[in-house]
């Protein structure tokens, strides 16, 4: 599984979450809302710092952003990318 976050959704985390160097958030799978992967579950994401070696990570300029093991499963054994939606100005998740 990979991360993959772009410059526009870096922007937005950085600006709202008020993200510095050293910085980690964490997507996990939460129950209820809406998702075309697991039936029941949406992704969530917080700010957080890993618990072990997470499953899959990516840093931009030095904020780690990593889903741990133990929602793995959430995924499906697709990849992860985070972009912006310019309409609602908002983080989407792409899962592919």
Not at 21 to 39: E, H, L, M, N
């Amino acid at each position: 599984m990979n991360i993959m976050i772009t410059k526009k959704a870096f922007d937005w985390y950085k600006r709202e979450l008020g993200l510095k160097p050293g910085d980690a958030i964490r997507f996990f799978a939460r129950y209820g809302g809406c998702s075309t992967v697991q039936k029941g579950f949406s992704l969530g994401m917080a700010k957080d710092e890993p618990a072990g070696e997470p499953v899959a990570q990516t840093t931009v300029d030095g904020v780690t952003f990593f889903v741990e093991d133990s929602d793995q499963w959430y995924f499906d054994g697709r990849d992860l990318t985070v972009d912006l939606d310019e309409k609602s100005g908002e983080p989407v998740f792409l899962l592919h």
